[in-house]
Every structure is written in structure tokens, then in C-alpha cells.
């Protein structure tokens, strides 16, 4: 570095020079290995540092002591700036960020799901594929016609106050409904195809309805309807305590009491026996040992004779029920707002 003669200035300038490029280049590194190679580069066996340290001898005595401070100031200045660095390294988790650790397991990509009442619906809809039904579905919003009159609720009739129906105005004095079931779709089914029909209809409904822990102004049901030659009320009890054991996962015992709807004769409620406390009587059940499911019955002749089915030939049966509850009942989930408030923190567990 310095031949014979060069003066204590060259050397300090050249330390000074070097000082500062090893303490930027200090700042920089994000790794402790790059640290590990700046340790080496200036401060080791072939570094500027070393060549100067030899090139003392060569200096006129007087000069020696101020050149040998400047020595020890870049020695101990470099030194502490990686003590430093490694010291900050090591908090920051020592994890170098530019080398790819191969070997690391890929890091968790969260992923989404299908909402509760969808994996609900999926579920029954595959349970009753499997039984050999088809799919049906139909506009939410309907006429008069399809969601009451069709379904043998005349115009006037009590039976629609069991219904607290959304109409919609068209202005035009055809006025339309948000359908209050799904229902209406039996009807649409049966006028575009003859018998047999073996269908299900999943939808969303609509009712004036306060919210409540369990009612809500909009929520989802399930619609079945078989109809065929010399079907009975038998092949209707069978299907529904079929389903019942199918989604709660074990065998329940069904019960069925007299009820009444328009396009049903007869009708029933139909519960499944609790599947807490298997009927003993629990909260759940609020100690009947019975979970109230939903509606059904044999389909009304009315109904038939309204899509032009002959009552004389064929016969059928029928029944729906809400998707909401159903899923309340099986996840214990006690307030039916929580499927549209989208708090994740809900939602995620199912
Ligand atoms: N549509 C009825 C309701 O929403 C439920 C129902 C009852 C459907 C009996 C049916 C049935 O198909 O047969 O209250």
C-alpha cells in the first residue's frame, strides 16, 4: 500500500476512505453471513487494515503514533458497528431475508369455505340426489298465483294469514310477491313435466317478520315433493325419517302430528327425535325430547287438478322446512342473525 517514503497522511486517508465504505456497507447487510464476509473483507488477514499495520514499519518513527491511532479509532469503530448489526440481526429473528430456506414447510394460505347454510343446503340436496331426486329451483320473486292460489290459498282465504307476505307492486295491478316459501316451485315443476316428479327445491324466502333469535325476515328452506302412482303417506314417513337420520348422523325416531296447510290433505308436523339427549329431554329440546322440523303431507287433489294432474292416478307427497333451523339445531347456534352478520370469527368454525 505505502512504498518506502509515503507519509503518515496517504495512510490515515486511505484508512478513513475505507472506514467509511466498511461502515455503509455495515448498514446494509440483512444477513449475518453477508455480516460474517464484511468482518473478513475489513477487518481480516487480507484487509486494508492488515496492509496498513504492516506498512508502519516503513514510516518514519515521529510519524508512527498518530498513524497507529488512527489504527486502533478504525478498528475499534468497525468492530462496533458489527457488534451492533449482529446484535440487531439476531432480535429481528436472525432470519436472513434474502436466502430461501428450501427446506421451511410452504406458509399456511388461508383459504375460504362455503357458508353454514350452503354446506347445509349441499348436504341435504346430496341426500336426496342419492334417493334419487332432482333439483329444482324458481324466482324469488313470484305471483299471487304460484305462491297461494295454485297452492289452493284462494284469494280471501284465512290460510294466507299464516303467511305474513311481502308484496311487491307493480303498478300495472298484477301484484307480485316475495315468496313466503318454496312451494310455489312444486307447482312450476308439475306444470312443466308429467308424473313421475321427484324433486327438491332449496331457495331463499321472504316474510314480514321481526327479527328475532329465531326468525328472520329472509331465510332458506327446503322443498320436497314425490309424486307418482300409488304413492302413500308410508313412502312420505320412510323419506322423512330416512333424511332426518342422514343429516343428524344417527338414527332418530320421527314423529308427526296432525296439522294444517292448503295444498296438503292430510298434513302433519314433523318432528325428529332430539339428537342431544336422544328424547330424554334437554335445553335443546326445551325438555320434549322433540325437535320441530317442519312441514308435510299428501299433496292436496286441488293442487294437482291446478297444474293438470288427474287426482284419479297419480298421488303424492310433500314437505318443507327451514335451512336456518336446521343447522342451528345440529351447531347449537342460538341466534339465527348470526348467518348474515358475516362475523368471521363465527362463520370460520363451521
Ligand atoms: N310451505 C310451508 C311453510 O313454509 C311448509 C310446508 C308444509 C311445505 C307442508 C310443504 C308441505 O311442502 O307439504 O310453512
Known amino acids: ?24 456497507a455495515i448498514a446494509d447487510t440483512k444477513s449475518s453471513a453477508t455480516l460474517d464476509e464484511l468482518k473478513r473483507e475489513y477487518l481480516g488477514k487480507k484487509s486494508v487494515l492488515k496492509q496498513v499495520n504492516e506498512s508502519l514499519k516503513d514510516l518514519a518513527t515521529e510519524e508512527r503514533p498518530e498513524v497507529g491511532r488512527a489504527i486502533s479509532s478504525y478498528r475499534e ?8 448489526k449482529e446484535e440487531k440481526l439476531q432480535k429481528s429473528g436472525g432470519e436472513p431475508s434474502d436466502i430461501v430456506d428450501l427446506t421451511l414447510p410452504p406458509r399456511n394460505q388461508p ?25 329444482a329451483e324458481g324466482p324469488e320473486v313470484d305471483t299471487d298465483w304460484y305462491n297461494f292460489e295454485a297452492l289452493n290459498f284462494p284469494p280471501g282465504h284465512p290460510a294466507r294469514d299464516m303467511q305474513d307476505t311481502l308484496y311487491v307492486n307493480r303498478g300495472n295491478g298484477t301484484d307480485a310477491v316475495l315468496r313466503t316459501h318454496t312451494s310455489p316451485v312444486q307447482v312450476r315443476t308439475m306444470e312443466k313435466q308429467k308424473p ?15 327479527l328475532d333469535a ?18 302413500t303417506m308410508g313412502d312420505m314417513f320412510g323419506t322423512i325419517k330416512t333424511f332426518l337420520s342422514a343429516f343428524f348422523g344417527r ?3 320421527t314423529r308427526f302430528l296432525p296439522s294444517f296447510f292448503p295444498f296438503t290433505e292430510p298434513s302433519a308436523e314433523f318432528a325428529a ?20 322440523v317442519g312441514g308435510c303431507g299428501m299433496v292436496d287433489p286441488n293442487v294437482f287438478l291446478a297444474v293438470g294432474y288427474d287426482p284419479e292416478v297419480v298421488s303424492g307427497f310433500a ?7 336446521m343447522a342451528m339445531l345440529r351447531h347449537g347456534i342460538g341466534t339465527i342473525a348470526s348467518f348474515y352478520q358475516n362475523d368471521v370469527r363465527v362463520l370460520q368454525q363451521f
Do not use: M
Open 319 to 325: 314437505f318443507g322446512f327451514g335451512l336456518e333451523r
Open 214 to 231: 329465531r326468525h328472520s325476515p329472509v331465510f332458506h328452506q327446503l322443498e320436497g315433493l314425490a309424486v307418482d302412482e300409488s304413492i
Open 77 to 84: 469503530k468497525i468492530a462496533a458497528a458489527i457488534a451492533e
Open 196 to 210: 313421475p316428479v321427484y324433486v327438491v327445491v332449496p331457495g331463499r324466502v321472504f316474510r314480514q317478520e321481526t
Open 1 to 24: 500500500v505505502a512504498s518506502k517514503g509515503t507519509g503518515k497522511e496517504k495512510l490515515t486517508a486511505l484508512l478513513e476512505k475505507t472506514e467509511t465504505k466498511a461502515l455503509s
Open 111 to 135: 383459504r375460504g369455505h362455503y357458508h353454514l347454510i350452503t354446506q347445509v343446503e349441499r348436504e341435504l340436496v346430496d341426500i336426496f340426489v342419492g334417493l334419487g331426486y332432482q333439483v
Open 273 to 292: 327425535s332430539c339428537v342431544f339427549c336422544d328424547g330424554v329431554g334437554c335445553n335443546v329440546c326445551s325438555k320434549t325430547g322433540w325437535i320441530e
Open 251 to 253: 338414527d332418530v325416531r
